[in-house]
């Protein structure tokens, strides 16, 4: 039975999908032979190259899956829109658990081994099997007996949080950043000509330098500077988010009246929030030295964040259109902002104040480092137990005017 045809936003979306989809699989195959002949020549980081081959493999999977439900409603199929669920038995809290740390301790052992070929075979999938999982399991916990909405909207939703969403958010965070250093390059050169004349000589020293300390002593003095750390901070932590916590829902923002319920919201805001979390981490993974164990690991928390903060805008955003409240929306779109700036904040102060001994302020990785580290390991522990609170609320919400109806006209 077929129940609609020429359903033109699947239609679209399947085209932007399919495309996606090729542009992937190329990708990694150039890159999976790019990174075979840099570990036959010893060159380069082909462990590393291979991670990325398996990352854009990976994500390639997922939108052939969401091309696959996304067809189905561009033909017209009922099965289009049967509902879609993951059972989530308690043993799989474990699996996932066991599965991360086992292949996070093995990938850090054959990491300090440091055997390029033994890197090249493995660390591609462990970093899969390190990223996905937490991710997965956060993704259950938070959307536990909440309804996602039909087969073809949760992978239109799952699709456009992979290909739409992403490239719209670094297309405006580079405009953003383009813009911030024009206008600094301008204030300069109406304020102070001089300092402008010593970056532009700095920057043709650096590009003549191939020592990776001398253009770090070269760029101490800029980078330790007061309104420097302001600037970067503040595009850090206050318009990072104010895009990202935007267009990260992206698709929420069009189904709009067509979510079902708040609390369908959060769940399909948790599903954008994990798609732009699994391109991140795996694009970011994509490092096969010693220091995987620790990028791969610190993506846990990121991840979180993302999924977390999407869910409360994508809550706001189904409350606006379905029930008019407005304040909601800019409520728990602020709210994400701020999450996500705080959370920022301390990871760029950790960032930074770890390579203070380089930057000739030693005093800053004793000073800062631990303050900004706890930070985010209790940010991260709340915003786990504000997942299971909300689930735990949205479920509620959703049973109680089931009984309320049969309360009222009993069978």
């Known amino acids: 039975m077929q129940i609609q045809k020429n359903h033109w936003p699947s239609l679209i979306l399947l085209v932007i999908f399919a495309s996606s989809f090729f542009l992937l699989v190329i990708l990694s195959a150039v890159t999976a032979l790019i990174s075979a002949m840099d570990l036959f020549a010893k060159q380069g980081d082909p462990a590393g190259e291979m991670i990325s081959a398996f990352a854009f493999g990976f994500i390639a999977f997922l939108l052939g899956l969401c091309c696959w439900f996304v067809l189905q409603k561009t033909l017209g199929k009922e099965n289009a829109d049967f509902p879609v669920s993951f059972p989530f038995p308690l043993w799989q809290t474990a699996a996932l658990i066991g599965v991360f740390v086992i292949c996070i301790s093995i990938g850090v052992l054959i990491t300090v081994a440091e055997t390029p070929w033994l890197g090249w075979l493995t660390l591609p999938i462990f970093t899969i099997l ?18 996602l909405g039909s087969r ?11 290909t739409i969403g992403p490239v719209l958010m670094i297309i405006t965070e580079i405009v953003l950043l383009v813009g911030m250093i024009l206008f600094g390059a301008v204030y300069l050169s109406l304020s102070n000509p ?104 610190a993506r846990t928390g990121t991840s979180i964040l993302h999924m977390t903060s999407s869910s409360l805008v994508g809550w706001g955003i189904a409350s606006a259109f ?66 299971l609170a909300s689930n735990r609320k949205l479920r509620h919400s959703q049973i109680q005017p089931i009984i309320e109806e049969k309360v009222e006209s009993p069978a």
């Open 322 to 387: 379905k029930e008019k409240r407005w304040g909601r929306l800019a409520g728990a779109y602020l709210s994400a902002v701020l999450i996500h700036g705080v959370w920022n904040a301390c990871a760029a102060g950790a960032g930074i104040s770890a390579i203070g001994e380089s930057l000739g302020k030693p005093e800053w990785v004793f000073n800062y480092t631990p303050a900004m580290i706890c930070g985010l390991l209790v940010m991260g522990i709340g915003m786990v137990a504000v997942v």
């Open 152 to 162: 073809w909207q949760f992978f239109a939703v799952l699709g456009v949080g992979m």
């Open 194 to 297: 001089d300092l402008l004349k010593e970056l532009s000589n700095l920057g043709e020293v650096i590009r003549q330098t191939t020592d990776d300390q001398t253009v770090i002593n070269l760029l101490t003095p800029y980078i330790t500077d007061p309104a420097i750390l302001i600037t970067s901070v503040v595009y850090i932590a206050l318009f990072v988010p104010l895009i990202e916590e935007l267009l990260k829902p992206l698709a929420l923002w069009v189904l709009g009246k067509r979510i079902a319920s708040p609390a369908q919201g959060f769940a399909l805001g948790m599903l954008s929030g994990a798609a732009f979390a699994l391109i991140e981490s795996l694009n970011a993974s994509s490092d096969g030295s010693i220091s995987w164990g620790v990028i791969v690991g």
């Open 130 to 147: 390190v990223v996905v999982p937490p991710i997965w399991l956060i993704f259950n916990l938070g959307t536990k007996d909440i309804s």
